[in-house]
């Protein structure tokens, strides 16, 4: 017997019905999904290159396995309470009929769309060098299949991300987004855009409501929201805002405890223990154990 998936989350359908430009911070990590839940975020982007990175240490270059990230993305839709999530499937995994199993795999995880993309397999980093992409049609077969996939009354989205502009140009990407459109795909996410021109450029030309990279340190500029809304996105993603804060913050602590012997110092700021404690769920903990404490022992 065949089990309907649940429905995921609804902000993100929430905010593209009623036009809402959304922002959709990357979480690396289960602690930085708690943290931009309770920042007030109620959607986030699972990123294959910062859930590789922080999960294996190693680059997004299609070293992380399907039944990896499934699992990671998993826990991270359970650990986000609630958000709606943005998972990123790289290229589906494989043939066509890995696409379909990586569809439903994350459909049964809860996330609230599916991000496939058009490279080759195995893929690499969106702003890094070398990368290829299958044919147009290889593509447009994904996403056919992946819509045929999905099984829930209100399934995940699927979002269409093209790589081709590095390898083909600007115009390819852009017919490409056409044709991906034309095939179902519920957003266009046109990877690796450069300074504010292009973004304009691209934004008015697409057919579907579209997605923006903000990625920290990419070959993307990073603008306000209210620009690229302005703009004619439907919203933007932040995948490495999160995993560089934590890394810079790290890197300063364990440097002064490398110098002087101590965390102490004026000029090094830990989050709270307590509050640490309050995030990952002792809150609870406590209040069951006071509620059960007469039968203890």
């Known amino acids: 017997m065949t089990t309907t998936p649940a429905s995921p989350p609804p902000a993100l359908r929430d905010a593209l019905a009623a036009g809402e430009f959304f922002v959709a911070p990357g979480m690396h990590d289960m602690i930085a999904a708690k943290l931009a839940r309770r920042a007030g975020f109620e959607i986030g982007f699972a990123s294959g290159y910062w859930l590789t990175a ?72 969106g702003h890094s060098e070398g990368k290829k992409v299958v044919p147009q049609e290889e593509m447009v077969a994904r996403l056919t299949v992946a819509r045929e996939a999905l099984r829930g009354e209100t399934p995940p989205l699927i979002i269409a991300r093209s790589d081709a502009k590095a390898p083909e140009g600007l115009d390819s990407m852009l017919r490409r987004l056409e044709s991906y459109a034309k095939a179902g795909a519920d957003l266009l996410f046109p990877e690796a855009l450069g300074d504010e021109e292009e973004m304009r450029f691209v934004a008015e030309r697409l057919p579907a409501p579209a997605i923006v990279n903000m990625a920290d340190g990419g070959n993307t500029r990073i603008l306000p929201a209210a620009t690229l809304a302005e703009m004619g996105f439907a919203g933007a993603l932040f995948p490495a805002t999160t995993a560089l804060a934590s890394a810079a913050a790290s890197i300063h602590a364990l ?38 404490a007469g039968l203890a022992g």
Not at 57 to 79: F, H, I, K, N, W
Not at 262 to 278: G, N, P, Q, R
């Open 54 to 125: 922080s999960a294996h240490g190693l680059p997004d270059v299609g070293l992380a396995t399907y039944t990896q990230m499934l699992e990671r993305v998993s826990t991270l839709v359970r650990a986000s309470e609630g958000m709606a999530i943005i998972a990123d499937a790289d290229t589906g995994y494989g043939g066509l009929l890995n696409v379909r199993h990586t569809v439903r795999g994350y459909e049964e995880a809860g996330v609230a769309a599916i991000q496939l993309e058009d490279q080759e397999f195995p893929k690499r980093c």
């Open 255 to 292: 440097r002064r405890l490398k110098e002087t012997g101590t965390s102490i110092h004026e000029d090094v700021e830990l989050f709270s223990f307590a509050e640490m404690c309050s995030l990952i769920g002792f809150d609870e903990v406590y209040e069951l154990d006071r509620q059960w």
